[in-house]
Each structure stands twice: as C-alpha cells, then as structure tokens.
C-alpha cells in the first residue's frame, strides 16, 4: 500500500510561481515513477509531467516546457513540481501519481492551484 499527500497549491497572481510537494509512504519501492496530473474546471485529467524513480528520466506536456520543473528527493520519498510563469490556464486541480510498472496506480487527494489574471 502506497500512500501519496500533496501540498503547495493556492492561490497566485499570473507570471507568479508555486512549488507542489507530494509526499510517498509505504512500500515506496515498489513505484517506478512518480509524476503530476491536472484537471481543470470542466476539462479532462491531461498529464503534466513524470519523473523516472531510479533514472531521474523527465517528461513534460507542452503546455509546460520551459516553465514547469520536476525533481525528486529519494531520500525523502517526495517529488516536486516547481511552477514557474503561471498562467490562467494552469488553474486547475494537481494531483500526484505513482506509477507501479503498468499504470499509474497510486493518487493523492489533490492541491488546488487557482492563477489569477
């Protein structure tokens, strides 16, 4: 059993930054990747970045390259999604996921991230 909390969301102005934290627990060992997802109002879940758990391998959308930036601590059990040049469009709910080696199989409650214009 994994479990996954996210922190960090709220409100900010556009061009301003956030940090999410997502915080992993239990048998973390057996995640091969950690990564963030994100539903805004009256949009699908899209993906929005991943980080490999043992390589350090990155993915981002294309809405945020160049602007958002994953990194893991493994010590810590935690990654993190620093959010740089926020717009409007990025509001949205933030969830973390864990990726067990055949689907995305652990979530996080969410962190709602609001961008003001």
């Known amino acids: 059993q994994i479990q996954l909390v996210e922190s960090g969301g709220g409100l900010v102005q556009a061009g301003g930054s956030l940090r999410l934290s997502c915080a992993a627990s239990g048998r973390t060992s057996s995640m091969r990747a950690m990564g963030w997802y994100r539903q805004g109002p009256g949009k699908e879940r899209e993906i929005v970045s991943t980080i490999g758990w043992t390589d350090g391998s990155t993915y981002y959308s294309d809405s945020v390259k160049g602007r958002f930036t994953i990194s893991r601590d493994n010590a810590k059990n935690t990654v993190y999604l620093q959010m740089n040049s926020l717009k409007p469009e990025d509001t949205a709910v933030y969830s973390c996921?864990?990726?067990?080696?055949?689907?995305?199989?652990?979530w996080g409650q969410g962190t709602q991230v609001t961008v003001s214009s």
């Open positions: 996921a864990g990726y067990s080696g055949r689907q995305w199989a652990y």
